[in-house]
């Protein structure tokens, strides 16, 4: 059974503040964070009257807890939310989140499009495989909310989509999505800086903010990954 170490919820630190130690403050902290829930289970319980409960499936909670029969037993816990995206506070890598959280740094890389393993203060991070699934003939954002346990508002936010429209063939974030990390530009700040500052390239600044040259703008916002 799985025994994820909880994560709490870090507030973005200012760049004044954290410039010294290396990290940045995120200008996006206010999306809320799917976190673990446990329970204890009771006699007489069973995963279909769980699964019933907490709106989930038996499949989902067997994968959850690792569990290979559905036979559960009284007085052990069992996960019925897992954690699905993390905000990065002081003294995370994604080193200690893979161990925390029993994947790999290769998958927290890939799952969040990252080139290299810096991370920030205050950046979202997914710590489950995001689920993208291809639209149907039929498929409708309200069909495929409830069938994911999620909000029409979630998934057109995951997927940047300004209406509700979508189309067959069409690939969607069913869970969160990989977030872009931004900074905003301060005063004194070169892409020369900000590259050494967070391991990127100038080259890699340019091309991620579709810049033509080297100027930069006190107040610009700029992706870093």
Excluded: C, R
């Excluded at 673990?36 to 007489?44: D, L, N, P, Y």
């Amino acid at each position: 059974m799985k025994k994820h170490q909880k994560i709490a919820l870090a507030l973005a630190l200012s760049l004044g503040l954290t410039g010294a130690l290396g990290f940045s403050s995120h200008d996006n902290v206010s999306a809320s964070t799917n976190t673990q829930e446990e329970i204890v289970i009771k006699k007489g319980d069973t995963l279909y009257s769980l699964s019933k409960k907490y709106d989930i499936t038996v499949e989902e909670l067997k994968k959850m807890n690792n569990l290979t029969s559905s036979k559960i037993i009284a007085g052990e816990k069992l996960v019925v939310k897992e954690t699905i995206e993390v905000i990065v506070k002081k003294g995370d890598t994604l080193y200690s989140l893979s161990k925390a959280f029993k994947t790999s740094v290769a998958d927290l890389k890939d799952w969040n499009k990252l080139s290299t393993d810096t991370i920030y203060i205050g950046q979202k991070l997914l710590v489950k495989a995001p689920v993208i699934i291809t639209v149907k003939k039929g498929d409708t954002l309200y069909a495929l909310a409830n069938s994911h346990h999620t909000t029409i508002a979630n998934i057109k936010s995951w997927n940047k989509l300004t209406s509700d429209t979508i189309l067959v063939g069409q690939k969607l974030y069913v869970t969160p999505a990989p977030e872009s990390f931004t900074i905003t530009v301060v005063k004194g700040d070169t892409l020369y800086s900000i590259a050494k500052k967070y391991g990127t390239t100038v080259k890699s600044l340019k091309e991620l903010n579709k810049l033509a040259t080297n100027t930069i703008y006190i107040g610009q916002k700029l992706k870093l990954n």
